[in-house]
Nanobody
């Protein structure tokens, strides 16, 4: 499975930005899809996750009410819509996929087998 992100960039605080992640390869092997982010000097943290079979979603507390994760299975594309962005949202954002249920792997980057190259989001 290959994951390619796009959509990062610079935005002012309070603004909005959308990220995309196109998957290719044997995507049927991926059950949990999600977004992580990593700021300089910090650990990689989970932001939002979605179960590819049932569509159930999980969000980090920092993302609740501001971020929305969507999976378009017809396009094999995962989206992260972000609004009301804050300075602390500045990070490299990665999409990831795992074969296990989200309830098992959520928030643990070591349990995700597939990763994109990352896309930078800078809020100023």
């Amino acid at each position: 499975v290959q994951l390619v992100e796009s959509g990062g960039g610079s935005v002012q605080a309070g603004g909005s930005l959308g990220l995309s992640c196109v998957a290719s390869g044997y995507t049927l092997s991926t059950r949990c899809r999600g977004w992580f982010r990593q700021a300089p000097g910090k650990e990689r943290e989970g932001v939002a996750f979605i179960d590819s079979a049932y569509g159930s979603t999980t969000y980090a507390d920092s993302a609740k009410g501001r971020f929305t994760i969507v999976l378009d299975k017809t396009k094999n594309t995962l989206y992260l819509e972000m609004k009301n962005l804050k300075l602390e949202d500045t990070a490299m954002y990665y999409c990831a996929a795992a074969g296990a249920f989200c309830s098992v792997v959520t928030n643990d980057p070591y349990l995700f087998s597939y990763w994109g190259q990352g896309t930078q989001v800078t809020v100023s």
